[in-house]
């Protein structure tokens, strides 16, 4: 070997190479078998569309599978995933070079490819596959934070990769000592191995390294060979996943029931087995990493209660593992984390699925277990069914309100779509605007805004009806489709083509749902349209108020579906000075009002709202702003239930920009 000529002789010291590609041949064959039981067990469930738009769907695999975009987030995760993964990219990258080099004689493993990138940059990727695990163990055997599952599994997975980056380096060190190799130093770990093993001599280093190479061997094909059977599973389902992940807003929109079908065939409404989840549910499971991710952030899990998304999804996987038997057993309140009682928690904020990693949808399997326990059942909370009795006979779900639709409208120039059938835009008041009172001062703002901006517009008056979110999300999907066919007939027989509301529920059902039963409109969030005509200087402000001013994000307008700024464009019209909470935009905190829980009592000592109200008071803000009827209701309540002495009040974004009008 001469300086001449960077290279080294690839598979030195080892013989019976035929034995490691029959070793290697076995570890697939036993991980394939593994993989196939797994993708016969998806097939198993309900058809699901997941592979249309080819493009959108390669563009997110590429940001969220190799950029690791919800990763990141978590400061302390990022660095020790980022280590090994890229570093077990780079070191395969590495292994399939030395293969093909001798299998095919491609002549890689020379020049400068050796030296700058088999050489130094492999070993600096080694390197920092030792550091990143390292650093897992800390965090598991000293940190242990409250979200991650514990299991010798784990640990075995993290100490076997350990052992494996190791061994690797020694491999590299023994070899460069026994050849006295002339570019070692291109290697700085193996490099620095060699320094500290070099009075071993020769024979002692060549003996060590042929054992520790096929010790090496059998480490890495066993781990290949297991991967299937452990949590290593999601290095090939989680890019799948990502892949198949719903293109729609995160939950915004729920998938209709065909009830026709249902009588026909007999099947339950709702998920009552494993049989009743879609192929993609059921790789859901094979996906999870045991982050937890989805429960840290989840409003009901925070204040205390059984709710766990990660566990739902645990839970399920290992009984789907557990044989044919269990895809036709029932799993509701078969374990704990799908107990009934759990899953009524759930306010169906989606922040589970914005948190998790491999964009696994927990909460859709939340309401579809709901659908069974409502619609086949009748087993849900009394305050739930007195909120869809009055959905059925009132079409509002506000028991013994004395209210009507068009209360809030007194001393107002308002007029009805039936009167004005020019109007360019309809206002849709929504129940919790026409019927809370508080509420009622919202959309009196938000008609004298419009009207100030010469906005043509009309209402539907006593034609309204509740766009049926309460009863999807709670799981009466029979009642939500009714309500969603007779509305959608309503404004399709007035031709509406553009509606503006100033609830984010019905802005969503609006936007992402009625579509599926012949629904299409231009829908704005009054915030948006509020927003857009001060930008085209019909709206200004003339005071802004003194008063720190922070706005709390409704899930169904933020996370569901990606409104965050404009609400905020309206707060800095409004203020002089604003502030943020921790938790904000598609990150938000729950109100604690969604999914029916609005209609539930909670316990006093576990209530979200009164979480959101903590931390919309530790921001040191005089007005916590809102864009949402349902958050103003729970953050007032919060609010009082919290701020002791001080005066904090809560204003919609609609008042305070009519304020600083005034």
């Not at 019976?16 to 029959?22: D, E, K, P």
Request: hydrophobic share 40%.
């Amino acid at each position: 070997m001469t300086q001449s000529a960077p290279t080294r002789e690839v598979l030195w010291n080892i013989s019976n190479i035929w034995l490691m590609y029959l070793l290697f041949a076995i570890s697939l064959a036993i991980a394939g078998y593994g993989l196939y039981r797994r993708v016969s067990a998806w097939r198993r469930g309900l058809p699901a569309d997941r592979f249309d738009r080819p493009k959108e769907r390669l563009q997110r695999l590429l940001k969220h599978a190799l950029g690791q975009r919800r990763t990141i987030r978590e400061k302390y995760a990022v660095v020790f995933h980022t280590f090994i993964y890229t570093g077990f990219i780079v070191l395969t990258v590495a292994t399939s070079v030395v293969a093909v080099h001798h299998d095919f004689g491609l002549l890689l493993m020379q020049g400068a490819f050796y030296l700058y990138f088999q050489s130094f940059i492999v070993d600096i990727f080694g390197a920092l596959v030792l550091i990143g695990v390292s650093i897992a163990l800390w965090r598991r055997l000293a940190l242990k934070p409250k979200k991650l599952v514990y299991t010798d599994e784990a640990e075995l997975i993290l100490g076997a990769i350990w052992l494996i980056a190791l061994t690797g380096f020694l491999l590299e060190g023994w070899r460069i000592a026994a050849t006295d190799d002339p570019w070692g130093a291109w290697s700085p770990i193996g490099y620095l191995v060699a320094v500290v093993s070099k009075p071993m001599g020769k024979s002692a280093l060549t003996t060590l390294h042929f054992v520790t190479w096929w010790s090496h061997a059998a480490l890495v094909f066993g781990f290949i060979a297991a991967a299937p059977y452990t949590k290593m599973l999601h290095v090939l389902t989680a890019p799948l996943n990502i892949y198949t992940s719903r293109l729609e807003p995160s939950g915004g929109s729920l998938k209709p029931m065909d009830f026709d079908k249902l009588a026909e065939t007999g099947e339950p409404m709702g998920v009552k087995t494993l049989a009743g989840f879609t192929w993609k549910d059921l790789a859901d499971f094979d996906s999870c990493t045991e982050c937890g991710r989805c429960t840290s952030v989840c409003p009901a899990n925070t204040v205390g209660k059984e709710l766990s998304p990660r566990d739902i999804i645990l839970d399920l996987r290992d009984f789907a593992r557990g044989g044919d038997g269990n895809f036709a057993a029932p799993i509701i309140g078969s374990m704990p984390a799908t107990s009934p009682d759990a899953l009524w928690q759930c306010t169906t904020c989606g922040a589970c699925m914005e948190a998790c990693p491999v964009f696994i949808e927990q909460m859709p399997k939340i309401v579809d277990m709901r659908r069974f326990l409502v619609m086949e059942e009748s087993d849900f909370p009394d305050t739930m069914q007195e909120a869809m009795t009055s959905l059925e006979s009132r079409q509002h779900p506000f028991r013994g309100t004395q209210a009507t639709r068009m209360d809030w409208a007194d001393g107002l120039n308002v007029k009805t779509i039936a009167e004005a059938r020019d109007a360019e835009v309809l206002f849709w008041i929504g129940c919790g605007g026409a019927l809370i009172e508080r509420n009622q001062k919202v959309v009196r703002a938000t008609a004298q805004l419009l009207e100030k901006a010469g906005v043509k517009f009309a209402i539907l008056g006593r034609e309204e009806k509740c766009t049926g979110d309460p009863a999807r999300r709670i799981g009466n999907e029979f009642l939500f489709e009714m309500m969603a066919k007779d509305n959608v007939e309503t404004l399709n027989g007035y031709g509406v083509k553009k509606i503006v509301t100033s609830c984010p529920h019905c802005f969503n059902t609006f936007r992402n749902e009625y579509p599926q039963f012949g629904g299409s409109y231009e829908v704005f969030h009054h915030s948006e349209f509020l927003a857009k005509l001060v930008d085209e200087g019909k709206l200004s402000s003339v005071s802004k108020t003194d008063k720190t001013v922070t706005f709390h994000d409704p899930c169904y307008l933020g996370r569901h579906n990606g409104v965050t700024e404009a609400p905020r464009q309206l707060v800095q019209i409004a203020s002089q000075k604003t502030v943020e909470m921790q938790m904000n935009r598609e990150q938000g905190f729950c109100c604690g009002g969604g999914g029916g829980m609005s209609f539930v009592e909670e316990p006093k000592d576990k209530r979200v709202n009164q979480e959101r109200a903590r931390q919309a008071l530790e921001t040191g803000a005089d007005v916590v702003a809102v864009g949402c009827p349902f958050c103003m209701t729970m953050l007032e309540d919060g609010i009082n239930a919290k701020r002791g002495e001080r005066d904090v009040k809560v204003m919609d974004v609609a008042e305070l920009l009519l304020q600083s009008m005034k």
